[in-house]
């Protein structure tokens, strides 16, 4: 599998992960200039590589063509990479940027499972759109934005949508 970091998704991975983690930085009142550079750079690097990585590992490992059980599969495997173990990390990546050096402890892990849990309902039907009706190029894309869709969501749930 090759590894590499295209352009196009360093470009959008860095201003659709900005924009949606500074929405909702700015929605709990935790805005930073630090975490909107480093979440800018998160996006733009490190997940614009794995990402897209992992969904063509998906396409290739799922190779069967037509019914519905590649489909399920190819969703089923997106949805357990965004597992509780990646967003304890997402997690993490935000605490260190905004300099909240305290607030990093495995309560991270917990808040990262109630997140999963609580977004499971939307993030099956979300994958298996992006895996199974978005092209391979742009499936980092659509991820991105429904990752900073929920970014947004979950700090209007925050502020009880005040």
Known sequence: MKISLQRRDAMYGGLIYF??????????????WTRLIGMTLIGSTLY???IPTYFRWIDKTVTAKGGLL????????????????WIARHLLF????????DQ???GLLNIAWVSFLGAIAIGIPANYIIQNLIKINWRFVAS???????????ALSATGFS
Do not use: C
């Not at 590649?70 to 173990?85: D, G, S, W, Y």
């Not at 935000?94 to 050096?101: D, N, T, Y």
């Not at 429904?146 to 947004?152: D, E, K, P, Y």
């Open 19 to 32: 924009l949606g983690d500074t929405i909702a930085a700015i929605l709990l009142g935790e805005f930073a």
């Open 48 to 50: 614009a590589i794995e």
């Open 70 to 85: 590649p489909k399920i599969q190819k969703t089923v495997l997106a949805v357990l990479f965004f597992n509780p173990i």
């Open 94 to 101: 935000i605490k260190l940027f905004s300099l909240q050096f």
């Open 104 to 106: 990093i402890n495995l």
């Open 144 to 154: 991105s934005i429904f990752s900073g869709l929920m970014a947004i969501y979950y």
